[in-house]
Structures are given as structure tokens and as C-alpha cells.
């Protein structure tokens, strides 16, 4: 069985409040997931997107082919540049919190992405960005993201030891 996902990050200010939204489609099926977060950036919500899409098939090794409009995201799988930075534990990387999540499941399928152009009136992408920003606007739910949390206090401990 083959699976479509489309994906959509949004932060309102970099960092600021951000969201995701996710189409999943298998023939019949459709079902769509979004969530937002009181401080994040657009890149966390982009890669969090694609995860969240993967972690909810339900069986391991399907076919599965993401679109998204994160260069980001896209290029880091597809270029092979997410593989290095495994082989250096992610030593300076930002996400590696993400990057390590995404990791666990896309080695559970076959998966392939197609990088497409924001905001060209494709359906479905469309459909994600509004779902991606109507996350990150609706303040009575925005959660915590924990690892952007810990990634802030992380540098600014660093920044106050060396100045």
C-alpha cells in the first residue's frame, strides 16, 4: 500500500509561536493532524511535521512519499546530509532533538521526498499551511516545545560562559 503525506511548518515570528499541519492519503483515506507551539521556529514545525506524519502509519515498511516546501528538511534527507551528522552525533547542529526522532521512524519505511513550491496553489499543501498556521494562532492550545526549550537554555548557558 502506498501513502502520500503532505507536510507544512508555520512559526509567526522566528522563533515565535509556530504550528504543523499534515495530510496523510491512502487511497480512500484521508486524515489530517496539526498542532501548534507558544515558541518554536519554522524549520522545527517543517521537520515536525514530516515525523508526525510518519509516526502515524500504523504498519512499518510501507511505501510512503512526503511532499513538502522545506528545502530544509528535503534537502537534508534527500542529499544524504542528515546520514553525516549521525556520524558526528549532530555536534552543532540545530534539532538534533527532531533529526534523531525522525530518524527512529524513517528507517521503518521506504520513504521518498518531493520538494514543492510553497503557497503554487497545490491543494493539499495549501491545505497544510492553513491547518500549520491555524495551529500556531489558536493561543488557548499552543503546548510547550520542549526541545526548542532546552536547545535556548543550552545556548545561552554557553553564550554567559565565554562572555
Known amino acids: 500500500m502506498d501513502i502520500t503525506i503532505y507536510t507544512d511548518g508555520a512559526s509567526r515570528g522566528n522563533p515565535g509561536p509556530g504550528g504543523y499541519g499534515v495530510v496523510l492519503l491512502s487511497g480512500p483515506h484521508r486524515r489530517e493532524i496539526s498542532e501548534g ?5 519554522n524549520n522545527r514545525m517543517e521537520l515536525l511535521a514530516v515525523i508526525i506524519g510518519l509516526e502515524a502509519l500504523k504498519k512499518d515498511v510501507m511505501n510512503v512519499t512526503i ?3 522545506s528545502q530544509y528538511v528535503v534537502n537534508s534527507v534527500e542529499k544524504g546530509w542528515v ?3 549521525v556520524k558526528i552525533n549532530f555536534k552543532g547542529k ?10 527512529s521512524v ?13 503557497h503554487n ?29 532546552e ?3 543550552e545556548d545561552e548557558a554557553l553564550f554567559n560562559s565565554v562572555s
Not at 507551539?37 to 521556529?41: R, V
Not at 534539532?95 to 525522525?102: A, G, I, Q, T
Not at 524513517?106 to 510553497?118: L, P
Open 106 to 118: 524513517y528507517n521503518r519505511h521506504k520513504v521518498k521526498f518531493i520538494w514543492i513550491k510553497g
Open 67 to 69: 511532499y513538502s516546501d
Open 151 to 153: 536547545s535556548q537554555a
Open 94 to 103: 540545530k534539532n538534533s532533538d527532531l533529526w534523531k526522532r525522525f530518524l
Open 121 to 149: 496553489e497545490t491543494k493539499e499543501n495549501e491545505r497544510c499551511d492553513r491547518l500549520a498556521v491555524a495551529a500556531a494562532l489558536d493561543k488557548a492550545n499552543l503546548k510547550d516545545d520542549v526541545g526548542f526549550l
Open 83 to 85: 546520514f553525516g551528522w
Open 37 to 41: 507551539f507558544k515558541s518554536t521556529t
